[in-house]
C-alpha cells in the first residue's frame, strides 16, 4: 500500500479492532446467557411476525408550485393602519376587528417589514376609500392568516367575470355592474366575507362583500360597499345596471359560491 | 430551552366556547367520553389546547381499546395538524430565509404526510383541523428556530409517551415509525439552534397533561374567524 494511504490503512485497521471487539462480546454473551444460545437463535424463527403497520404512508406532501397564491389576516384587535411601517407614520384608517355584516375584518396581506426596533408591522390591503389603498399594522394587531388560489377578474368593458384557479379559468359568467352616475369603482380589492340565508330578494341567494366601496354613495347603510351578488332581475344581464355592486345570475353566484373562499383577491377594470 | 419557551410564549386560559368555534374540541369529546365529560369543560376554564385534554380523558373514560386508541391517535393528529400547518405558513410566507430556508419545506412535507395517514386511518372518526395564529413566529428567524426545537422535541415525547398506552400493534407500529422521523427531526432542529441534539441517554416521554400545557401557553391554537354570516347585506346593490 501507499504511503499515502495511511489514513486510510489506520481506519482500516481501527474498524478491524472494533469488528473484533463486537464479535467477541457477541460470543461472550452466547456463552455466558444461557437464553442467548444458538438453539434459542433458532428458535426465534418460531416467534410471531412483527406488526404491519396500520398506517398506509403517503410520499412528503409537497406545497403546489403555484404563482396565485394570496394571503389574508383578520384583524385581532382595534386598531390604526399607518402610511409606513411605524408608530409614528401618520393614520390611514382606524380598523375594526368585524365588518358590518358581523364577520371578521380580514385585511389581505401584500408586505411585511421591521421597523427601527425590531417590530413586525405587515403591509395590508385596506376596505378603505380611496378605493384599492393600503397600510401597515402591526403583527400583533393581527390574527389567523389564510391562504387562497384563487383570483377573481371583472372586466367591466365586457361586462363578465372570471375566476381562476393556480391561473387556470374556472368559472366565467355575465354580470351586471354599476350605471355611469353609479360607477362600479376600479381597482384591486378583496373578498371580505360571505352571506347567505339573509331576507332580501333583492341580492338573491348569496352575496359577497368586498373591499371596494362606491365614491359616490358615501352616506349609504354600512358605508357603502360593493357586493357580488344575485339578482330578484336576472333579465337585466348583462348590463350597466346596477348602484356600483356586481350582479350575477342566481344559478351563477351559487356557482361561484362553492368555487371561490372569503379572501380571494378581486381585480375589477 | 427553557427560557427561551418562556420569552417566546405566554400562559394564557381561554374557554371552551372561545376556543371551540367550530366545535372540533367538542365533537371529540363527545365521541369518546360522552356527553358528562364535554358539559364539564364547557363549563370549566381549559388551557388553548383542549383539543389534547379530549384525548386524555378518553382511555380512561371509555375502557374500550378501540375508543382509546381512537382518543391517541386524534391527539397525534392533532399535534400534526400543528406542527404541519406551522411550517406550512411559514413556506407559504417565505419570511425565514438563509440556512433555515429548506426547513419548513422539507419538515412541512413531512408532518403533512403524517396528516393525510393519520387522517385516512381515522376516517370519519378524525377531529377537525383547528386555526392557527402563530403570532409571527412563521415570519421571525430566530422565533421559528426556537419553535421548530420546542415542536419536534415535544412530538417525540408525546408519542413516546402514548406507546405503552397503544393496544394495536399494527398502530403501535405505526406511531412508531412516526416517533423516530420526529426525533430525527428534533436532533436537525436542535443542532441548527446549536443545541445538543442527544443531551441525555434516555428520553423522558411527556404526558398528555404535559404536552397540553406547553400548547396551550403558545396561544398557536385559536378559533375560525367568522367569514360568513345571515344578516341582511346593505351594499350598494
Known sequence: MAKGNGGQRRVGGALGVAAAAIAAAGIAVLVSSRSASLSSVEGAQAL????????????????????????????????????????????????????????????QVVGRARDREGRLWIHVRLPVLPNSRTGWVPRQALGVYGVVHTHLLIDLERLRATLRRDGRPIFRAPIGVGRPEWPTPKGEFYIRDMVTRYRSPFFGPLAFGTSARSSGLTDWPGGGFIGIHGTDEPELLPGRVSHGCIRLRNQDILELGRLMPVGTPVTIR | ????????????????????????????????????????????????????????????????????????????????????????????????????????????????????????????????????????????????????????????????????????????????????????????????????????????????????????????????????????????G
Do not use: C
Open chain 1, 48 to 107: 410471531p411476525a412483527s406488526s404491519p403497520s396500520a398506517l398506509t404512508v403517503p410520499l412528503p406532501v409537497r406545497l403546489p408550485r403555484s404563482g396565485t397564491v394570496a394571503h389574508w389576516a383578520s384583524v385581532r384587535r382595534d386598531v390604526t393602519a399607518r402610511a409606513s411601517p411605524s408608530y409614528r407614520a401618520s393614520a390611514v384608517e382606524e380598523l375594526a376587528t368585524t365588518t358590518p355584516e358581523g364577520t371578521a375584518n380580514l385585511v
Open chain 2, 1 to 236: 430551552m427553557a427560557s427561551n419557551r418562556e420569552e417566546l410564549w405566554s400562559t394564557s386560559d381561554l374557554t371552551l366556547g372561545e376556543l371551540d368555534r367550530d366545535g372540533a374540541i367538542r365533537e371529540t369529546v363527545e365521541r369518546v367520553s360522552g356527553e358528562t365529560r364535554a358539559t364539564f369543560l364547557e363549563k370549566a376554564v381549559v388551557g388553548g389546547a383542549a383539543l389534547l385534554g379530549a384525548a386524555l380523558a378518553a382511555p380512561a373514560a371509555s375502557g374500550a381499546t378501540a375508543k382509546s386508541d381512537v382518543a391517541i391517535l386524534n391527539y397525534a393528529l392533532t399535534l400534526e395538524y400543528l406542527q404541519a400547518a406551522f411550517y406550512t405558513e411559514t413556506e407559504r410566507l417565505g419570511a425565514v430565509g438563509g440556512e433555515l430556508k429548506p426547513v419548513p419545506r422539507q419538515l412541512g412535507a413531512v408532518e403533512r404526510a403524517h396528516v393525510t395517514a393519520i387522517k385516512a386511518a381515522l376516517g370519519r372518526a378524525a377531529v377537525k383541523r383547528p386555526a392557527f395564529d402563530f403570532r409571527g413566529v412563521t415570519e421571525d428567524q430566530t422565533k421559528f428556530l426556537k419553535t421548530a426545537v420546542a415542536f419536534e422535541d415535544l412530538g417525540a415525547a408525546a408519542y413516546k409517551a402514548q406507546a405503552p398506552r397503544i393496544k394495536s400493534p399494527a398502530l403501535l407500529a405505526a406511531a412508531i415509525s412516526i416517533h423516530s422521523v420526529e426525533a430525527r427531526h428534533a436532533a436537525w432542529m436542535r443542532f441548527l439552534a446549536g443545541v445538543t441534539p442527544a443531551a441525555t441517554a434516555f428520553d423522558q416521554g411527556k404526558s398528555i397533561r404535559e404536552v397540553k400545557a406547553i400548547v396551550a401557553s403558545t396561544r398557536f391554537i385559536v378559533g375560525h374567524p367568522k367569514k360568513t354570516s345571515t344578516k341582511n347585506p346593505h351594499f350598494t
